[in-house]
C-alpha cells in the first residue's frame, strides 16, 4: 500500500459557517496501481488531492504515505515530503520559465537527490521533447508544456503521483495523447497514479474508478 486514506474529513469555513466538502473518505493506493478520481465540480477531487499532497490537512483522519501519516507532519516535514516523496501534475503546467526544459526536467529530481541520466534521455525521447531540450517554456506549445511537466515528475520516479485534471487545458486529441504517454511511463516509473479527471473514457484507461460523491466515495 503506498497511499491509505482513513476516514478523512474536511471542512472550509465560510461566511454561513462551516461547509462540509469531504465527510469520511477511505480511500488505498496500491504501489505502482493507476486511480481514477472522479466527481462532478464541486464534490472535492482537488481538497482531497490536496491533504494527499501534504498542501493541507485535514480535520480529522489519516493521510498515510509510504508509512507516514503526512497530516501529522510539521511544515518542514511536509516540505520535505513533497521534495521527495509525491509529484505533483497540475492543470497549470507551473514551469520554471527561466530554466530551460532540460533543466525543468531534471529540476526535481536534483532536488530528490535522484538525477538518473538513462532514465531522464528515455523520458525525453518517450515524451517527443528530445529536439526541444534547449528551448524555454514559453517557445513551446500547451501540449509540449505539460509534457514536459509529466517528464519532470517521472524524472524523480516518485513513488505516488498525483495529478489533478492534467490534460484540461489541452484540447482532446491532444490531451488524450499526453494522458496515454503519462500512463505508460507511470507504469515504467513504478510510481502509483491518482488521477482527476472528469472525463469517463480517460478514466477508463485506468486499473481502477473511483467516484466522489456528497464528500463520500460512492463507488
Ligand atoms: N480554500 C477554500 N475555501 C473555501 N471553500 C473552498 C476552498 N477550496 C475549495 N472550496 C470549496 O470546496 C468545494 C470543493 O472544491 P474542490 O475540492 O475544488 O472540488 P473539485 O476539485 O471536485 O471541483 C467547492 O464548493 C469549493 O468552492
Ligand atoms: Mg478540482
Aim: aromatic share 4%; charged share 25%; hydrophobic share 45%.
Amino acid at each position: 500500500m503506498i497511499l491509505s486514506a482513513r476516514n478523512i474529513t474536511k471542512s472550509y469555513p465560510t461566511a454561513e459557517g462551516l461547509l462540509p466538502i469531504l465527510k469520511g473518505i477511505d480511500l488505498d493506493l496500491d504501489a505502482g496501481e493507476t486511480v481514477a478520481l472522479t466527481g462532478e465540480s464541486g464534490s472535492g477531487k482537488s481538497t482531497l488531492l490536496h491533504l494527499a499532497a501534504g498542501l493541507d490537512r485535514p480535520d480529522a483522519g489519516e493521510v498515510i504515505v509510504s508509512g507516514r501519516d503526512i497530516g501529522k507532519l510539521d511544515d518542514r516535514g511536509r516540505a520535505a515530503y513533497r521534495r521527495s516523496d509525491v509529484g505533483l501534475v497540475f492543470q497549470q503546467f507551473n514551469l520554471i520559465p527561466s530554466l530551460s526544459v532540460a533543466a525543468n526536467i531534471s529540476f526535481h529530481a536534483r532536488l530528490a537527490g535522484r538525477f538518473d541520466a538513462a532514465w531522464e534521455r528515455e523520458l525525453t525521447e518517450r515524451l517527443g521533447l528530445s529536439q526541444l531540450l534547449a528551448r524555454y517554456p514559453e517557445q513551446l506549445s500547451g501540449g509540449q508544456q505539460q509534457r514536459v511537466a509529466i517528464g519532470r515528475t517521472l524524472a524523480a520516479r516518485p513513488p505516488l503521483v498525483l495529478a489533478d485534471e492534467p490534460t484540461g487545458n489541452l484540447d482532446e486529441a491532444t490531451g488524450d495523447a499526453v494522458l496515454d504517454l503519462m500512463l505508460s511511463l507511470s507504469k515504467t516509473a513504478g510510481s502509483a497514479l491518482l488521477l482527476v479527471t472528469h472525463s469517463a473514457r480517460l478514466a477508463d484507461k485506468l486499473d481502477r474508478k473511483v467516484l466522489l460523491r456528497g464528500g463520500m466515495i460512492a463507488a
